[in-house]
């Protein structure tokens, strides 16, 4: 790459100061109205039963299209493509039911047996599929997936691109909810074992972190001698000049292992969240290491890469609060009641949870911002930093019971189901076929939009493309990466990084 060009790159993505919370909420509400549409036309005209061209077709362009256009052409006007797309979910909701999603799924015949039925094999799962989850996940990765192309096109705007050292921006809060979406799902063989009455060894902990760790840093060690040798455009403030976030995600594995054996001590993950960011964040105030990772030169290995170093500590804690949220999600009943206990009242107190830690992470998020009720510290993901562990923990959070709240409207069988095989059933069809992909082979999917990223920053002039030869490009690249998921799961293939 001709060194003026990568300059050029270079500053297109450098020294920029983000937007509004605001904004970014608003943005960001694109992806559960667009599931809200998706789900009326499910269970009010069960367009999604029968999963042909037509109903990919629609799915794709709900579930990718409008989160493209909201980060591009309607980047100015979220308001209205959220109204756009709650106008016709409200009309058909008001609207009689069609036939077909009235139709209520048949109940799997019961075995004649001498067991009560609490001890068939097809009783209620302590940890069942939860579809809003599927949904959060997968839309989080369609966002992400697009941003890291878009922001090099001038249809995307600068305010959406990521920070240089304080404010907050779309892509900001992008990958901070990529590390509390990990953490959320990442808890569950540890729940299953504390259920089960079995606790696994420290160092059975480490080498099962380890087994997840080394894909990741053989992915960091691949991107890092692309990047050098093909003399590819990079923002260094973002990692450092080695470090990128492949690393970060391998660091993870082994040191969650570690504070599990915390846990014994102190048994809330948010508790142990709060004490890593609160920590990280009294040696940024208390001593000289905001201004060596903000201003030092890079002389050695560390301060050369002092961004992702010091910036783990942050995610770390992002990662610790994502698995406080998936103790008291992915179980059917994480208080220990009985399993066969009413469902609906289960549903409610779940949301009752959710809303009650949205609202704590938000409280936490004012007080540490806020010039007049509190300690007045700015936002910044380069750093890291407590503010930018609790607004992601806040809005990741609030994005959980928003989905839940629509799953629990719009498809109120998934709870109220009574055994196994109807749970799975209403389970498919509270579910977008392109999310539960993207979810599926998340990472995977992921590793082949910054493939494809690459490739097409190495072949065009991205930063010379106008709009609508812009969103040809990007259309493209979301139909390859919605086509490559869907496939995989049509094959029914789970790749895991």
């Known amino acids: 790459m001709a060194h003026s060009y990568k300059a050029l790159k270079e500053d297109f993505v450098s020294n920029l100061s983000g937007g509004g919370i605001w904004e970014i909420t608003v943005v960001t509400l694109v992806a559960p109205s667009a599931v809200l549409l998706w789900s009326a036309l499910q269970s009010r005209r069960g367009l999604f039963v029968q999963y042909g061209p037509a109903a990919f077709a629609t799915d794709l362009l709900l579930n990718v299209g409008a989160i493209l256009l909201a980060t591009t052409l309607y980047s100015s006007a979220p308001i209205l493509l959220n109204l756009l797309l709650l106008a016709p979910a409200i009309t058909l909701y008001m609207a009689p039911a069609s036939t077909v999603s009235q139709k209520k799924p048949s109940r799997p015949p019961q075995p004649k047996s001498d067991h009560p039925p609490s001890q068939s094999n097809d009783k209620l799962d302590l940890f069942p599929e939860r579809p809003f989850i599927t949904a959060y996940r997968g839309g989080m990765m ?36 990529f590390v509390f979406s990990a953490g959320l799902v990442s808890i569950r063989p540890m729940l299953r074992a504390q259920f089960a009455g079995s606790s696994p060894s420290l160092i059975q902990r480490l080498y099962m972190a380890a087994r997840h760790s080394l894909p990741l840093f053989v992915l960091g060690l691949i991107r890092l001698y692309s990047v050098k040798g093909l003399d590819y455009a990079e923002h260094v403030t973002e990692y450092g000049v080695h470090w990128n976030f492949f690393f970060t995600l391998a660091f993870l594995p082994p040191f969650v292992a570690l504070f599990q054996s915390l846990f014994a001590l102190i048994p809330s993950y948010a508790v142990l969240s709060l004490l890593v960011a609160g920590i990280y964040q009294v040696f940024l105030e208390l001593t000289s290491l905001k201004a060596y990772i903000l201003t030092a030169q890079r002389t050695d290995l560390l301060s050369k890469n002092r961004e992702g170093v010091f910036s783990f500590f942050g995610y770390l804690a992002i990662f610790l609060a994502g698995q406080a949220a998936g103790q008291y999600i992915l179980p059917r009943d994480p208080v220990g009641t009985s399993i066969s206990s009413d469902p609906t009242q289960q549903r409610q107190n779940l949301l009752v949870r959710m809303c009650s830690w949205a609202i704590l ?24 930093n407590l503010p930018y562990v609790l607004w992601v923990s806040a809005f990741n959070c609030t994005q959980l019971t928003v989905f839940c709240g629509l799953e629990t409207f719009a498809f109120p069988g998934v709870h109220r189901a009574l055994d196994r095989t109807s749970e799975r059933k209403e389970g498919q069809k509270a579910t977008s076929r392109v999310l539960q992909a993207y979810n599926r082979n998340g990472l995977f999917i992921f590793l082949i939009a910054n493939l494809m990223t690459g490739l097409i920053n190495l072949t065009v002039d991205t930063l010379r493309t106008g709009t609508s030869a812009a969103m040809v490009i990007l259309v493209g690249y979301a139909l390859i990466l919605t086509g490559v998921a869907i496939a995989l799961d049509a094959w029914n293939i789970s790749i895991k990084l």
Do not use: Q
């Open 142 to 177: 369609v966002i992400t997936c697009l941003a890291i192309l878009a922001v090099d096109f001038r249809v995307f705007p600068r305010r959406f691109a990521k920070v240089e050292n304080w404010g907050t921006s779309l892509m900001d809060i992008g990958v901070g909810s």
């Open 361 to 384: 992470w938000s409280t936490l998020l004012h007080f540490a911002v806020s010039y007049h009720h509190g300690l007045a510290l700015g936002v910044s993901r380069r750093l890291a």
